[in-house]
């Protein structure tokens, strides 16, 4: 069925790409308003590189707050960031300070991991690996980033409401967010956070949509589903759990706008405000957790599989081996993606839930260990006795091997109810977080950036800049979140301004700062990224065609940026993705395009 949607799909194409030299683009349709997945996908990365900057000052101004602002420290330079009236003489005023981890926490998780990670590597990778000339619909594909576009403006634009940003941590949990007078953060801040995240779902489902039916219809000839990379499965698993679950936020956000603006009460029951009761009967507070973490769970792996699909490429690669275990690998990423839907309660052990009903989520929760470990152990086995290349795409893959395992060992500590219940909302759950998804996806994102860099602008980024950036990140990253535990373990409670009202905290004012510095280091770092990052783009040395000798399609298609990816007839794949290394070839890599031998087995099928 492959071979001949995708022979159809080249002959199709080929006609359109003949044309497409007969009329001349205009820097609108080429730059701004392109249907073109290369243009896309940049656009989606260079939109993310802003909003994680914005996310990264907001976290440098919170971590001067809480390790410096408690013993009454002023900076000129919150005052400068913040104006009089949020940082009056250089110290944090608390509604900012709740906001800025409200903001820093919503960019970071959808605007960074999820818009970046997905909307740059799957808009990128999908055409060129399965052999496509394009995504399905261009239109849509252009669609989605603009959604994604007005939502990121939206979101950037909140910060500067009068009242200030949406402020009930990133969560927003009713009823501090669905009653407008509850806090300064609930007014405008709050209707422009929800806006955003109504038009980021739109553009996750346009999105989500094409990569699905790209993946499914669009495999060239001979691209069988077991010959695709583990990125293409990843990137397609996520889809599909981005399009189930992201109309879930979608409702979740929309009854949430009915109670502050229509007087409906889905979330809100028997509320005071000043001794007066609000006429809202009927609704709880607890529904909206159950809707925003059907989705909530999910998520931590829409953005987690395409940097560990990624990985599998990089690691592959880089050490001159198959990948191991290939069918294991999908049936881990298929495992993965459908507990991801039954965990969503080990959130929510301390809303009353029956306890029975609490160890059935302890289970399944578990249970999601069982293939995460499967992968670990499928990439660990792969470096093993590798013909490792050190390059900086894969010093990131390896450090998201790391984080993926020492984040997941407290995941397990978290699943257990008995266990959760004591350390919920301290700084433990906020390193575990941080660990297992938010370092593991940036890790990933950056070794993403650096081994695809060829096929994003051409040019070849600095090496030895790459190497400072991965060490002087992961060192410091470690450093921030690491401590975290033994903040959480000795219950110090996250999003608080300040613990000074709690003597038994005095002595964790070392590890607060520590962390802090560590923190304000790692953000430094990235500035020798971001200088290696725009400089190559625009002086780097050019690229050559297949600069890390890999098997997959994208390298075989010359290095110049043509609408239609391939100049003649789109390639013809004869083999797996992974043949690296084969006995008895003169390379160690053997591209797809590459015809059997006789008696010669395909890796993919005899896996």
Request: charged content about 10%.
């Amino acid at each position: 069925m492959s071979d001949n949607h995708g022979h159809g799909h080249g002959e199709h194409h080929g006609h359109g790409h003949d044309d497409h030299h007969h009329h001349q683009e205009t820097f609108i349709t080429k730059y701004v308003f392109s249907q073109d997945h290369k243009m896309i996908s940049r656009q989606f990365l260079i939109t993310a590189i802003f909003m994680a900057v914005v996310a990264m000052l907001m976290s440098t101004l919170f971590r001067l707050q809480l390790a410096w602002g408690e013993a009454g420290e002023k900076f000129a330079f919150i005052n400068y960031m913040l104006g009089d009236k949020w940082g009056k003489d250089g110290v944090m005023d608390p509604n900012m300070y709740l906001a800025l981890v409200t903001i820093h926490g919503t960019i970071m998780v959808f605007f960074v991991l999820t818009g970046g990670l997905s909307g740059t590597f799957s808009n990128l990778l999908i055409p060129y690996q399965v052999g496509a000339r394009d995504m399905a619909s261009g239109f849509l594909n252009m669609l989605s980033y603009w959604f994604f576009f007005v939502s990121s403006l939206l979101m950037f634009a909140s910060l500067f409401v009068e009242n200030g940003p949406a402020s009930a941590g990133w969560t927003v949990y009713p009823p501090l967010s669905a009653l407008a007078e509850a806090i300064p953060g609930s007014g405008a801040g709050m209707d422009l956070w929800l806006i955003s995240m109504s038009l980021f779902v739109v553009s996750a489902l346009l999105g989500g949509l094409n990569y699905i039916i790209t993946v499914i219809n669009l495999r060239t000839k001979g691209m069988s589903m077991t010959r695709l990379p583990l990125t293409i499965w990843a990137f397609l698993i996520t889809a599909i759990l981005g399009v189930l679950s992201f109309p879930v936020l979608l409702s979740c956000a929309v009854l949430l706008i009915m109670d502050r603006t229509f007087g409906t009460s889905f979330y809100l029951s028997d509320i005071f405000i000043n001794g007066h009761p609000l006429d809202a009967t009927g609704g709880s507070p607890v529904l909206f957790q159950h809707l925003f973490w059907f989705l909530g769970h999910p998520e931590v792996y829409i953005v987690l599989l395409p940097a560990l699909g990624m990985a599998s490429e990089i690691i592959a690669v880089n050490s001159r081996k198959p990948i191991f275990g290939y069918r294991a690998m999908i049936g881990s990423m298929l495992a993965i993606g459908f507990l991801s839907f039954i965990v969503w309660g080990h959130h929510m052990f301390i809303t009353g839930m029956n306890p029975f009903l609490g160890s059935v989520f302890v289970f399944t929760t578990l249970l999601i260990a069982i293939p995460s470990a499967v992968k670990a152990f499928n990439y660990i086995t792969t470096l093993w006795k590798g013909n490792i290349q050190f390059t900086p795409a894969m010093l990131f893959s390896i450090g998201l091997v790391s984080t993926f395992i020492s984040g997941g060992v407290t995941g397990i500590i978290l699943a257990d109810s008995a266990l959760d219940i004591p350390i919920h909302d301290t700084y433990f759950v906020v390193a575990h977080f941080h660990i297992v998804m938010g370092l593991s996806a940036i890790l990933g994102m950056f070794a993403g950036v650096y081994h695809w860099f060829p096929k994003l602008f051409l040019r070849m980024m600095n090496k030895k800049l790459g190497y400072a950036h991965f060490w002087i990140t992961f060192a410091s990253a470690y450093a921030v979140f690491f401590p975290m535990h033994f903040l959480g373990l000795a219950g110090v409670p996250r999003r608080y301004y300040s613990n000074t009202a709690f003597p038994i905290f005095d002595n964790l004012m070392d590890i607060n700062e520590f962390v802090s510095v560590a923190a304000i280091i790692g953000a430094i770092a990235q500035l020798i990224f971001l200088f290696n990052f725009f400089y190559s783009i625009f002086r780097g040395p050019k690229a050559p065609e297949n600069p890390w000798n890999s098997t997959t399609l994208e390298w075989t298609n010359g290095v110049g940026h043509i609408h239609g990816n391939w100049a003649g007839k789109l390639p013809v794949v004869h083999r797996w993705a992974y043949d690296y290394s084969k006995p008895g070839k003169s390379k160690d890599f053997v591209p797809q395009t590459v015809p059997l031998e006789d008696g010669e087995h395909d890796g993919g099928e005899h896996d």
